[in-house]
């Protein structure tokens, strides 16, 4: 199929104003009547034809205000020819029937356990019925349900419900995507919100039956997000009920629908047995980034999917914003960045890279990524730190009152910030449509009592972009005295040309830079460093997040020098330098446990390529646990710490309890390189009454070849607990040691319990098993024959996930000779498999290009 362009953006040629649903559910035969008044929409060129979206629709009949049009379906939808459509407002009718049981695919209507749900981003409503299935295309909706389901819901606020049937009328008008309907046998727990002006609201969060004692948590991060989105940005909620619905099958986390989010249940189901604090902190982070999606994204929606980052990357900024307001801000940067070197830098420096502001796409469920969303989110931040708060709250109150209701694009977002601020933002929007990560390289002089940084900026080719323009680039900069002081105090250095020099005078001594603090740029930054900086960085920076950079950066360098020479012992003053950050009680014990753990083996990898090296996946491996273990000798009260951790009282998920558990997970891994026998990690698992110690002892025995009982004794506990089941695969296909990962992913994807049409247990065993750098990796290709075989078979069954989950293949071109063939061998096999979705043809072919 041809790509959709950006620049061929015309307006809808007819608007929607008002919307009739009325659904009879049946299982495999559900009736959709719709009833859409219409009108020619007058910023179009007149005496178009109606073109209608529509997939997998049998059409029944069809009228324009009341009279029978004969119109010819295709596969994408049907046209009704400009001649019988009226140059006034009319009403068009149309019956389908759908098949929700038929629809794995997840995306329109479908079943999940027994329950009816939808999906219609980006483009399901058209699975549900006729519709110009478009963001710009906005109405309001009224929804009749007939079913005999206890539960049966849609957007805004019930009107009206008997035996058999029940209404819904949503005032505000949304765009298709955000129409939802869910059925079914639910149960709810029920809370209420009153918001600043003093209206109250109902907040139901429905499950199934047997679920309602695991939604406690999530329920009190919807009202701390509803009262944060108040203070932080002066935006109340707007309907009388706020619903939020959890579902077993699901593509990913949730889905923002006006008034009714759906959630995939591992992002609201939570109690201390079954989910770990990270799994805690995920469901606050979600539930708020869908909520906050009231405001960015439904009230303000986008012109068309290009402008996906208007409510993507804004949302996660805020998501993130309100996240470090719960928690702290200093841990939440270094797992936000974390987590976008792992995803966005490894995208953006591969074959799938993109603009956050793409140009074309074949499937737009595709653009869904980490470049749209995070690095859209980092653009804001860069933002925000440009003009400061102060000016960035105006713009976003004036975004609000320019915008509300209405489906806007990238110009308009950068426009309000112009007008607020009166500053000229054209070559900062060079963020938007440049691809890659900028590498920034500085040098540094010191004469006379003059300090001056030299910067020089490059952005490497990618695809369909060989040139680029130097950016804006914020750099947060201190200067720090040999002692460790300020000398000079943070201030953002703002880069805009290809290489530009800063000048500091009147020091008394050299001083050392701190660069990029707080990571206010998401670019590279390239600096030559000598072990006796980064020691000192990692006991001095006044910033923590570079603080914790340099100890990150220091065990990266040392990793190189030890895949370079498996003789080579770690640095002393490495070790030393992480021993003293684990020594100092002054530090939250979160941070500490983030800078005791290792770079990634996905981390190292990178280092030892722009080391010059082809690393090899299982020398990276042997490399961290050498590294590791020589941490673990380092530190001699090891045992001592690790009692004196212990969080007493019964278990809560807050901040500070988590803190100290991570800190004692990552003693209990360092200890366990110390004991052949696993002791400690066994006991551990034998007595944890929480998850978050039954999978960090787990964890550990898994890794190191030992996991056996546990593993079957964790599955007897928890056979019947989906959710806990999808760990007891993640644990085992993401640390299996390589010599045995393949063939345990195999067996294990033979089980009956493998249920591989959920999403969730797919990516549990397929998906991690990618993350699984040397097992994945086997020299062999065992990893990546199992992998394509399975990618192969859920394709025509959930082309979404597929594609989702074959990006892990985006790195194959940064391996050797050997490997690559594998890959390439596998990546053709699937590209010539007949009937391929267009979601992974669309992504294998820009991974083969
Ligand atoms: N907006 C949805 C994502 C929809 C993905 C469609 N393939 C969830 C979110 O970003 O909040
Ligand atoms: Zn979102």
Same mark, same amino acid.
């Given at each position: 199929?041809?790509?959709?362009?950006?620049?061929?953006? @015309?307006?809808?040629?007819? $608007?929607?104003?008002?919307?009739?649903?009325?659904?009879?559910?049946?299982?495999?035969?559900?009736?959709?009547?719709?009833?859409?008044?219409?009108?020619?929409?007058?910023?179009?060129?007149?005496?178009?034809?109606?073109?209608?979206?529509?997939?997998?629709?049998?059409?029944?009949?069809?009228?324009?205000?009341?009279?029978?049009?004969? =119109?010819?379906?295709?596969?994408?939808?049907?046209?009704?020819?400009?001649?019988?459509?009226?140059?006034?407002?009319? @009403?068009?009718?149309?019956?389908?029937?759908?098949?929700?049981?038929?629809?794995?695919?997840?995306?329109?209507?479908?079943?999940?356990?027994?329950?009816?749900?939808?999906?219609?981003?980006?483009?399901?409503?058209?699975?549900?019925?006729?519709?110009?299935?478009?963001?710009?295309?906005?109405?309001?909706?009224?929804?009749?349900?007939?079913?005999?389901?206890?539960?049966?819901?849609?957007?805004?606020?019930?009107?009206?419900?008997?035996?058999?049937?029940?209404?819904?009328?949503?005032?505000?008008?949304?765009?298709?995507?955000?129409?939802?309907?869910?059925?079914?046998?639910?149960?709810?727990?029920?809370?209420?919100?009153?918001?600043?002006?003093?209206?109250?609201?109902?907040?139901?969060?429905?499950?199934?039956?047997?679920?309602?004692?695991?939604?406690?948590? &999530?329920?009190? &991060?919807?009202?701390?997000?509803?009262?944060?989105?108040?203070?932080?940005?002066?935006?109340?909620?707007?309907?009388?009920?706020?619903?939020?619905?959890?579902?077993?099958?699901?593509?990913?986390?949730?889905?923002?629908?006006?008034?009714?989010?759906?959630?995939?249940?591992?992002?609201?189901?939570?109690?201390?047995?079954?989910?770990?604090?990270?799994?805690?902190?995920?469901? *606050?982070?979600?539930?708020?980034?869908?909520?906050? /999606?009231?405001?960015?994204?439904?009230?303000?929606?986008?012109?068309?999917?290009?402008?996906?980052?208007?409510?993507?990357?804004?949302?996660?900024?805020?998501?993130?914003?309100?996240?470090?307001?719960?928690?702290?801000?200093?841990?939440?940067?270094?797992?936000?960045?974390?987590?976008?070197? &792992?995803?966005?830098?490894? *995208?953006?420096?591969?074959?799938?890279?993109?603009?956050?502001?793409?140009?074309?796409? =074949?499937?737009?469920?595709?653009?869904?990524?980490?470049?749209?969303?995070?690095?859209?989110?980092?653009?804001?931040?860069?933002?925000?730190?440009?003009?400061?708060?102060? &000016?960035?709250?105006?713009?976003?109150?004036?975004?609000?009152?320019?915008?509300?209701?209405?489906?806007?694009?990238?110009?308009?977002?950068? !426009?309000?910030?112009?007008?607020? @601020?009166?500053?000229?933002?054209?070559?900062?929007?060079?963020?938007?449509?440049?691809?890659?990560?900028?590498?920034?390289?500085?040098?540094? +002089?010191?004469?006379?009592? =003059?300090?001056?940084?030299?910067?020089?900026?490059?952005?490497?080719?990618?695809?369909?972009?060989?040139?680029?323009?130097?950016?804006?680039?914020?750099?947060?900069?201190?200067?720090?005295?040999?002692?460790?002081?300020?000398? =000079?105090?943070?201030?953002?250095?703002?880069?805009?040309?290809?290489?530009? %020099?800063?000048?500091?005078?009147?020091?008394?001594?050299?001083?050392?830079?701190?660069?990029?603090?707080?990571?206010?740029?998401?670019?590279?930054?390239?600096?030559?460093?000598?072990?006796?900086?980064?020691?000192?960085?990692?006991?001095?920076?006044?910033?923590?997040?570079?603080?914790?950079?340099?100890?990150?950066?220091?065990?990266?360098?040392?990793?190189?020098?030890?895949?370079?020479?498996?003789? /080579? #012992?770690?640095?002393?003053?490495?070790?030393?330098?992480?021993?003293?950050?684990?020594?100092?009680?002054?530090?939250?014990?979160?941070?500490?446990?983030?800078?005791?753990?290792?770079?990634?083996?996905?981390?190292?990898?990178?280092?030892?390529?722009?080391?010059?090296?082809?690393?090899?996946?299982?020398?990276?491996?042997?490399?961290? $646990?050498?590294?590791?273990?020589?941490? !673990?000798?380092?530190?001699?009260?090891?045992?001592?710490?690790?009692?004196?951790?212990?969080?007493?009282?019964?278990? %809560?998920?807050?901040? !500070?309890?988590?803190?100290?558990?991570?800190?004692?997970?990552?003693?209990?891994?360092?200890?366990?390189?110390?004991?052949?026998?696993?002791?400690?990690?066994?006991?551990?698992?034998?007595? !944890?009454?929480?998850? +978050? *110690?039954?999978?960090?002892?787990?964890?550990?025995?898994?890794?190191?070849?030992?996991?056996?009982?546990?593993?079957?004794?964790? /599955?007897?506990?928890?056979?019947?607990?989906?959710?806990?089941?999808?760990?007891?695969?993640?644990?085992? #296909?993401?640390? +299996?040691?390589?010599?045995?990962?393949?063939?345990?992913?195999?067996?294990? #994807?033979?089980?009956?319990?493998? *249920?591989?049409?959920?999403?969730?247990?797919?990516?549990?065993?397929?998906?991690?098993?990618?993350?699984?750098?040397?097992?994945? /990796?086997?020299?062999?290709?065992?990893?990546?024959?199992?992998?394509?075989?399975?990618?192969?078979?859920?394709?025509?069954?959930?082309?979404?996930?597929?594609?989702?989950?074959?990006?892990?293949?985006?790195?194959?071109?940064?391996?050797?000779?050997?490997?690559?063939?594998?890959?390439?061998?596998?990546?053709?096999?699937? %590209?010539?498999?007949?009937?391929?979705?267009?979601?992974?043809?669309?992504?294998?072919?820009?991974?083969?290009?």
């Amino acid at each position: 199929p041809s790509p959709i362009r950006l620049r061929d953006y @015309t307006p809808p040629a007819y $608007l929607v104003d008002a919307v009739h649903l009325t659904f009879r559910l049946n299982q495999t035969a559900t009736r959709v009547v719709a009833r859409l008044s219409m009108r020619p929409n007058p910023a179009a060129e007149p005496g178009q034809d109606l073109r209608f979206d529509g997939e997998k629709l049998g059409l029944i009949r069809a009228t324009i205000d009341g009279q029978p049009v004969q =119109v010819n379906p295709d596969d994408t939808g049907l046209t009704v020819p400009a001649a019988l459509v009226p140059d006034a407002p009319f @009403t068009w009718e149309a019956e389908v029937e759908i098949d929700p049981t038929g629809n794995t695919a997840l995306e329109g209507l479908y079943m999940s356990k027994g329950m009816y749900c939808t999906q219609c981003e980006a483009e399901g409503f058209r699975k549900i019925t006729y519709f110009p299935d478009r963001p710009d295309v906005m109405a309001t909706y009224t929804v009749r349900i007939e079913g005999d389901a206890p539960v049966m819901l849609s957007n805004g606020n019930p009107t009206a419900r008997g035996d058999g049937w029940a209404e819904w009328h949503d005032p505000w008008p949304k765009p298709s995507y955000l129409f939802a309907l869910v059925a079914g046998n639910l149960v709810s727990h029920d809370d209420s919100f009153t918001t600043r002006s003093g209206r109250k609201v109902d907040l139901k969060i429905y499950v199934r039956p047997g679920d309602e004692g695991k939604c406690a948590y &999530a329920m009190d &991060a919807l009202k701390r997000s509803m009262r944060w989105d108040e203070e932080a940005y002066g935006r109340e909620y707007d309907l009388d009920l706020f619903m939020i619905v959890a579902v077993d099958d699901f593509n990913m986390g949730a889905m923002e629908n006006k008034g009714l989010n759906i959630f995939n249940a591992k992002y609201v189901l939570a109690s201390p047995d079954t989910a770990t604090d990270q799994d805690y902190e995920r469901i *606050e982070s979600i539930i708020a980034h869908e909520y906050f /999606h009231n405001w960015t994204g439904n009230r303000i929606t986008c012109r068309d999917w290009f402008q996906l980052c208007l409510k993507e990357g804004l949302t996660v900024y805020r998501d993130q914003q309100f996240s470090g307001d719960q928690r702290s801000h200093a841990v939440k940067r270094i797992d936000d960045v974390l987590m976008l070197r &792992a995803r966005q830098f490894r *995208e953006d420096a591969g074959p799938l890279a993109h603009p956050v502001r793409p140009v074309e796409y =074949v499937e737009i469920n595709n653009f869904y990524t980490a470049t749209v969303y995070e690095k859209g989110a980092e653009v804001i931040g860069m933002l925000r730190r440009l003009v400061g708060p102060e &000016a960035y709250r105006r713009a976003l109150d004036l975004y609000f009152e320019r915008h509300d209701g209405q489906a806007c694009t990238i110009e308009d977002w950068i !426009a309000v910030f112009e007008d607020a @601020t009166g500053r000229n933002l054209s070559q900062f929007s060079l963020w938007y449509a440049q691809s890659g990560t900028p590498r920034v390289r500085v040098q540094e +002089t010191w004469k006379d009592g =003059v300090f001056t940084l030299t910067f020089s900026q490059t952005l490497p080719p990618t695809p369909g972009q060989p040139d680029k323009e130097p950016m804006v680039i914020p750099l947060a900069t201190a200067l720090l005295s040999p002692e460790g002081a300020e000398v =000079v105090a943070e201030q953002v250095l703002e880069l805009t040309q290809a290489r530009q %020099s800063f000048r500091f005078e009147g020091l008394s001594a050299r001083p050392v830079p701190s660069i990029n603090r707080g990571f206010s740029a998401p670019v590279i930054l390239e600096q030559d460093m000598d072990d006796a900086r980064r020691g000192f960085l990692l006991a001095h920076d006044t910033d923590p997040f570079n603080r914790w950079e340099a100890g990150r950066e220091f065990a990266r360098a040392v990793l190189v020098r030890m895949l370079k020479d498996p003789a /080579h #012992a770690p640095e002393e003053t490495l070790l030393e330098g992480l021993h003293a950050v684990l020594a100092d009680e002054t530090l939250d014990p979160e941070f500490r446990a983030l800078a005791l753990r290792l770079p990634t083996a996905e981390e190292v990898f990178d280092a030892a390529r722009r080391d010059g090296q082809t690393p090899d996946p299982a020398m990276i491996r042997q490399a961290l $646990l050498r590294l590791e273990t020589a941490l !673990a000798r380092r530190i001699p009260d090891l045992r001592a710490r690790l009692d004196a951790l212990a969080v007493p009282g019964p278990y %809560s998920p807050d901040a !500070a309890s988590a803190g100290k558990r991570a800190l004692r997970g990552r003693l209990l891994a360092l200890l366990t390189r110390l004991e052949p026998d696993a002791a400690t990690a066994r006991e551990l698992f034998a007595s !944890a009454d929480n998850m +978050t *110690e039954t999978m960090q002892a787990l964890s550990l025995l898994v890794a190191t070849g030992q996991g056996a009982q546990a593993l079957a004794r964790f /599955h007897e506990r928890w056979a019947s607990e989906g959710l806990v089941l999808d760990k007891w695969y993640a644990v085992q #296909a993401s640390l +299996t040691p390589p010599e045995n990962a393949p063939e345990l992913v195999a067996e294990l #994807a033979g089980r009956a319990d493998f *249920e591989w049409k959920n999403p969730n247990r797919f990516r549990s065993l397929i998906g991690a098993f990618a993350a699984n750098m040397a097992g994945f /990796h086997r020299a062999d290709g065992a990893g990546y024959r199992l992998f394509a075989d399975w990618l192969i078979r859920l394709d025509p069954v959930n082309p979404q996930t597929t594609a989702r989950v074959a990006g892990a293949f985006e790195t194959w071109r940064q391996f050797d000779a050997g490997r690559q063939a594998l890959i390439l061998t596998q990546l053709q096999r699937i %590209s010539d498999t007949k009937g391929l979705s267009k979601d992974t043809t669309e992504i294998v072919g820009r991974i083969l290009e």
